[in-house]
């Protein structure tokens, strides 16, 4: 748990020059500024729940997934959900 807080307050702490994907804004998504992501400060999140459906080595699994990604990756599985920047929100903490 320990370890979790910590990267949880790394990752917060990196909106504030945001460099978390290969578009590398270095806007202050804090304050509000938009990258091309066009994502805020707090974590939208489409999707949760315990998934079977993977490698065996892998289940059972609780995936997360969040909206807002501006990448357009040929193996996406889930499209539209994702891209949109404007999603359901479950604040980060
Ligand atoms: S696209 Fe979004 S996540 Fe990526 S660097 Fe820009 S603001 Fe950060």
């Not at 578009?23 to 990258?35: D, I, Q, S, T, Y």
Request: aromatic share 4%; with cysteine; proline share 3%.
């Amino acid at each position: 748990m320990q370890l979790a807080r910590v990267r949880a307050v790394a990752a917060r702490a990196g909106l504030a020059k945001c460099d978390l994907c290969g578009h590398h804004c270095g806007v202050n998504r804090l304050a509000g500024e938009p990258g091309r992501c066009q994502a805020g400060a707090d974590a939208r999140v489409f999707s949760a729940q315990v998934e079977v459906g993977d490698e065996l080595d892998l289940i059972p699994t609780y995936a997360i997934a969040l909206s807002g990604c501006d990448l357009r990756c040929d193996f996406c599985l889930t499209g539209e959900s994702s891209w949109n920047s404007q999603g359901p929100t479950a604040r980060a903490r």
